[in-house]
């Protein structure tokens, strides 16, 4: 099997090119290599007979459609992908997770190029306050970012139903694990834990993620295009559901820090409060979440323990002024919090 996987420079891009690989298939990862996408990230698949590395734009149709070639599945990871980044700056989000999508579609459409998997987000449903998000659900997106992966979403279903292109969609919840970008709330507060560093705990820390380690989200992805429906969409859920405060606290415990670290500051701007998913139509695939949370959030904690030199270098240059524009003002204006 050969597979054009895009944004496999990235946190899930690269684990799922690591299991591609393991599984015998051949891969082409097309990457633009944007402040999230990392060479590291891939290093040690680097030099595999099957693998081979394109520098690239999805936006870039010419590069799109060469890269296409002979391929018999295309996995679409790439994305603008932090919801922070997007309520800052939306245009490269709709750039790429919108306008970038259609490109890779329109090149997939013509070069007949085998099942098209859109990696998207459990955040296109919106907040839900008891239940769970079910594929057949509305979509209702909050932020920039979930706004600007409906429309990928939109689009890649559209191009099925007009085209006939064979697409699955998978909406996958809040994943973590090793080379993630230290952004997101799990690596952030990791690597502000172990520098002792505070934890920017956004409004009361009381809204809920449902939390999927990133080789069972792999796994489910996986599933879906070897073994989904055309046309479908698939949940793809952890089923551990926590609020912000208890990752805090766990992570916390496991590096050895006080709660002194933590600091509640002004709320993010459209926050959804809760994301849940309902996983049945995917687990009808064979499919089922391996690792228990505890043990793969202690296993992502020592990794970021022991590798330092991932990390280190991209916490500085660009995500310094980054940090800067997202935290500064925020930390001045502590709230009270929840305990
Ligand atoms: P990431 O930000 O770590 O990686 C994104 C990758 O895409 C990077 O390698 C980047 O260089 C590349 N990229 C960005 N713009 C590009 C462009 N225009 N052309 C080519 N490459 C480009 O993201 P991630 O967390 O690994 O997420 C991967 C996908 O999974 C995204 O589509 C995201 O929406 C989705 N997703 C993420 C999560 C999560 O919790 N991280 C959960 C559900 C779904
Ligand atoms: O649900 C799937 C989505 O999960 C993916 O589609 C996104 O690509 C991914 O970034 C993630 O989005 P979230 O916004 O949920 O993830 P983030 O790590 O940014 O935030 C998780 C929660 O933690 C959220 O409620 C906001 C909160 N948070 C986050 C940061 C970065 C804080 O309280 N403080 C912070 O500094």
């Known amino acids: 099997m050969r597979l054009l996987v895009t944004g496999g420079c990235g946190f899930i891009g690269s684990a799922f090119v690591h299991m591609a690989i393991a599984r015998g298939a051949e891969v082409v990862n097309l990457d633009k290599l944007t402040y999230a996408g990392n060479l590291a990230n891939v290093e040690d698949v680097a030099g595999e007979p099957g693998y081979s590395f394109v520098h690239a734009d999805i936006g870039d149709a010419d590069a799109v459609r060469e890269a296409m070639a002979g391929v018999d599945a295309v996995v679409n990871f790439a994305a603008e992908s932090h919801v922070d980044r997007s309520i800052l700056d939306p245009g490269e989000f709709i750039r790429t997770d919108v306008l970038g ?5 329109g090149a997939a459409r013509a070069a007949a190029a085998g099942r098209f998997v859109q990696v998207s987000t459990d955040e296109v449903y919106g907040s839900i306050p008891s239940g769970a998000f079910h594929e057949t659900d509305p979509i209702s997106p909050s932020s920039p970012y979930s706004a600007s992966k409906a429309g990928g979403d939109l689009q890649v279903l559209a191009w099925h139903r007009t085209y006939g292109v064979d697409v699955v969609v998978t909406r996958g919840s809040n994943t973590f694990g090793p080379r993630q970008y230290p952004e997101k ?9 172990l520098d002792g560093r505070p934890l920017p705990v956004y409004g009361d820390g009381m809204q809920v993620r449902d939390w999927i380690y990133v080789d069972d989200h792999c796994e489910g992805i996986w599933t879906a295009m070897t073994r989904g429906e055309p046309g479908t969409v698939y949940n793809v859920g952890g089923g551990y559901e926590a609020p912000n405060l208890e990752i805090t606290r766990r992570i916390l415990e496991l590096t050895d820090a006080g709660e002194d670290l933590i600091r509640y500051v002004e709320d993010r701007p459209g926050h ?22 505890e043990e793969a959030l202690a296993e992502t904690v ?30 001045k204006t502590t709230t009270e919090g929840a305990c």
């Open 101 to 105: 999508t259609a490109v890779l579609l």
């Open 185 to 193: 709330l799990i690596p952030l507060f990791v690597t502000n834990a």
């Open 272 to 293: 959804d409060r809760r994301y849940a998913l309902d996983t049945g139509r995917l687990r009808g695939l064979g499919w089922q979440p391996a690792r228990a949370f």
């Open 302 to 331: 020592a990794w970021y323990r022991d590798r330092r030199e991932w990390w280190e270098p991209i916490k500085s240059g660009e995500y310094r002024r980054y940090y800067e524009r997202q935290y500064g003002e925020r930390q």
